[in-house]
């Protein structure tokens, strides 16, 4: 019988050994991330026709109370900008993005939260943010989309909450 047993060079053995371990870093790395850092992955949100828009819930694009301090916003993105291009909510409102390009593809990316995705025609894309400070933050699309690319984004105007209340005991 010949020998049945698989040879490894010992110098192979080392770069097999160093490669599992940085495999494993790189793991432990992406598990950190989530856990520690709340990066999120994109929800897929499902498909629609991108050339059949006006039949969906992107026809009329726009922000809806869901009860509590949760809201959806649905946003249409196409060369070169965000419908709606403002959006309001109270502090502390937690927002569902609903979103899909009419065109090309597109970035959607909002300042100083947790939320960069991409959008293409055809696919709806889900993400969650939290909104606690009172500001202003831009919807940037931050993936090259030809000549208007820079002048594409909205706001969201995070409004004090219960403004009145704060403003009848400030006075
Ligand atoms: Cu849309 Cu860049």
Redesign the pocket.
């Known amino acids: 019988m010949a020998e049945q047993q698989i040879h490894i060079d010992p110098y192979e053995r080392t770069w097999i050994t160093i490669i599992t371990v940085m495999l494993g870093v790189f793991f432990a790395t992406l598990i950190a991330g989530m856990a520690i850092f709340g990066v999120a992955n994109t929800e897929e949100g499902g498909f629609i026709n991108p050339s059949a828009i006006d039949n969906t819930v992107f026809a009329s694009p726009g922000i809806r109370h869901m009860g509590g301090n949760q809201y959806e916003a649905v946003i249409l993105?196409y060369?070169?900008a965000f419908e709606p291009a403002e959006l309001r909510v109270p502090a502390g409102s937690e927002v569902t993005f609903v979103v899909t390009s009419r065109d090309i593809s597109?970035?959607f990316m909002i300042e100083h939260h947790n939320a960069n995705m991409e959008l293409l025609p055809g696919h709806i894309s889900r993400i969650q943010a939290r909104f606690n400070e009172p500001g202003e933050y831009r919807i940037i699309?931050?993936?090259?989309?030809?000549r208007g690319?820079q002048i594409?984004h909205a706001v969201i105007v995070v409004e004090e909450a219960e403004t009145s209340t704060v403003a009848l005991t400030e006075e």
């Open positions: 993105a060369m070169w597109h970035g699309c931050n993936q090259y989309c030809g690319h594409m």
